[in-house]
């Protein structure tokens, strides 16, 4: 009996040696997003959270350095810095050999390379009218020659998009090598091309494999590949198997001693550094501040409103988070929070005198330093125009009526131009005797339920009615897009350091894309593309400086503010920077993996 179990002891300690070193738990950076993803068809996307996860997925031929002041470019998939040519006319792309995309049933069971038929088809997507693409417009404004014709051709004859079909604008040289070429000058457009998730390459037969569920299996050649997705809920990325190598070099300002640092730590590392992202949708700021104060998020990205006290008093780490060893990232972010006017709305749209004296009436009401004190905690400057703050155009000086609160001067404009209260009910009605009603959209979170109790005491000063819808951001944006909303508060941000795509927000052709408030006045579209041709210059600024007063006297947008952020991160981060122009920041953090502290899941 003993002999036996000997016998039985010694083989179990066989089979143990036998066995292969337990493998190390996979590094997963966890956060969260405040604001529910959509898609993630690169041609299907228009908002930032899906936008974030895509760009990991998806990769573009070039990005913006993650570390570098001011904004650097450099190759990505491309082997080297564009050809531009022709006055910013033609752009030649060379791709690198020997980039392939994540394995998936749609390849056979074969490695499918990156080449540059990809690009090519990627960027013909955003042209065929089945996609619905939000961010046509930017690329038909770049008037790359050929491509809006064929679009304009097929939906005349009611035929699918023909992408075999080949245009003057965008052709393959080669198997790596395809040029775009423009019908005017565009200085900027290289920007274009930094995004994974709006130029990213796609696999056409992925497509075709998927149809319309495209956008719930994205196939690139990024670092990381969506391995599980629960609809508005969570999201999964795993590190990409067939992610090429690439490098942790980064060259911060010198006077970054922080970001020196870490550059020198993870120089030369493989990216990217962690294996797995798992994002969760917490809409409450609530459960968002708790969850992380518990450990069970990495990253806090953009601290709640309500509990910028407890976190960052004066702007400084609470002494109790910096005792744990949490670090602090605060950032401007190029962006821009505003409302809408729907400019096409029988009630609050039009270009007559007295409906722009009503929309300007109504951001006279608007108490705007109300607002960023007690809503937004300071963490916010007040927006005198559509334009943020890093990028061309933005001009701190520049000051206009957008942020004024003077109820006294608003309640003369609407008597002045009949809006009054014409049957003794307490609340304006319309010149002509109609009942005037305004709608605004919102989402059912906190901070847009303290803003739109803001705008109920602004409206009930001026005399005003004011309702108020209640749905989903995705939702909100769906109807949006569809022209169904009177008003909205939505927030807009630069994926580039130039104040164009602000200005874009007004520009006619861009309605149902960018354009939300359908704004269309002949005389900002030829401003705005006449700054759009031109090089970084006095001459540009100036036609900027046009556009935005233009806009500000129109007002189709009630610009609020441009948000300051900042974001928190657990001592078991390492590496945790922000740039605003870097969507995918999650490949350039690292998990401590011992001595953290890091809770066990």
């Not at 088809?121 to 955003?126: D, G, P, S, V």
């Not at 599980?228 to 090429?244: G, V």
């Not at 990217?272 to 969850?291: H, K, N």
Request: contains cysteine; aromatic residues 12%; proline residues 7%.
């Amino acid at each position: 009996m003993i002999q036996r179990l000997l016998l039985l002891l010694v083989t179990a300690c066989s089979m143990f040696a036998a066995q292969p070193a337990l493998a190390a738990q996979p590094k997963t950076l966890r956060y969260a997003f405040q604001i529910a993803e959509s898609s993630f068809d690169p041609a299907q996307i228009s908002d930032l959270y899906s936008r974030t996860v895509a760009a990991a997925i998806f990769d573009a031929p070039l990005e913006f350095e993650f570390m570098a002041s001011p904004a650097r470019m450099r190759p990505n998939t491309a082997a080297e810095m564009p050809e531009v040519a022709d006055d910013f006319r033609s752009f030649t792309f060379r791709i690198k050999p020997g980039i392939f995309f994540a394995d998936d049933p749609a390849f056979k069971g074969v490695k499918r390379e990156l080449t540059a038929a990809d690009f090519i088809y990627a960027l013909k997507r955003h042209y065929d009218p089945r996609w619905k693409s939000a961010n046509l417009y930017v690329l038909e404004n770049a008037k790359i020659l050929g491509l809006s014709e064929l679009r304009k051709e097929l939906i005349a004859a009611k035929k699918p998009f023909d992408y075999d079909r080949e245009v003057e604008g965008l052709k393959a040289l080669d198997r790596y090598t395809f040029r775009i070429r423009l019908g005017e000058a565009n200085p900027r457009f290289l920007y274009n091309f930094t995004d994974g998730s709006f130029t990213g390459a796609m696999a056409r037969e992925v497509v075709e494999a998927y149809g319309d569920k495209v956008g719930e299996h994205p196939v690139g050649t990024g670092p990381f590949r969506l391995a599980e997705w629960k609809r508005s809920s969570r999201m999964l990325l795993e590190r990409n198997p067939n992610y090429r190598e690439v490098f942790y070099d980064e060259h911060p300002p010198e006077s970054n001693s922080r970001l020196v640092e870490v550059a020198a730590k993870f120089k030369g590392r493989r990216m990217p550094l962690v294996d797995r992202v798992e994002i969760s949708v917490v809409e409450e700021a609530q459960p968002r501040w708790l969850s992380f104060l518990n450990g069970e998020h990495d990253v806090l990205e953009n601290v709640p409103a309500e509990f910028y006290n407890l976190a960052i008093p004066n702007n400084q780490l609470a002494p109790n988070l910096s005792k744990r060893g949490m670090g602090m990232v605060r950032y401007p972010r190029a962006d821009v929070a505003m409302s809408y006017f729907a400019m096409e709305n029988p009630v609050v749209g039009g270009y007559e005198p007295h409906k722009v004296a009503l929309r300007r009436a109504i951001s006279l009401a608007v108490d705007l330093d109300r607002e960023i004190r007690l809503v937004r905690r300071n963490q916010a400057i007040p927006g005198q125009s559509p334009i943020g703050p890093e990028t061309f155009g933005y001009d701190p000086a520049f000051k206009s009526e957008m942020s004024e609160y003077n109820l006294p001067r608003a309640k003369a404009l609407l008597d002045l131009h009949g809006y009054v209260d014409k049957n003794g009910d307490g609340w304006r009605e319309q010149p002509d005797g109609k009942p005037l009603v305004l709608e605004y959209s919102t989402q059912p979170d906190q901070v847009s339920r303290q803003l739109i109790e803001l705008w109920k005491k602004n409206m009930d000063a001026l005399g005003l009615r004011m309702t108020f819808k209640t749905a989903k951001w995705p939702e909100n944006l769906k109807s949006s897009r569809a022209g169904k909303l009177m008003m909205w508060g939505v927030g807009w941000s630069a994926g580039s350091p130039d104040g164009d795509t602000f200005l874009a927000l007004g520009y006619g052709p861009n309605k149902g894309g960018a354009n939300h408030a359908r704004f269309n006045l002949p005389e900002f579209n030829r401003i705005y593309q006449a700054q759009r041709v031109l090089a970084d210059s006095p001459e540009r600024l100036a036609l900027m400086d046009e556009a935005k007063r233009l806009m500000v006297a129109y007002m189709p947008y009630k610009i609020h503010a441009h948000r300051i952020f900042t974001d928190l991160n657990q001592p078991w981060v390492q590496g945790y920077h922000r740039n605003i122009f870097v969507r995918d920041f999650f490949k350039y953090v690292d998990i401590e993996s011992q001595g953290s502290g890091r809770p066990i899941r």
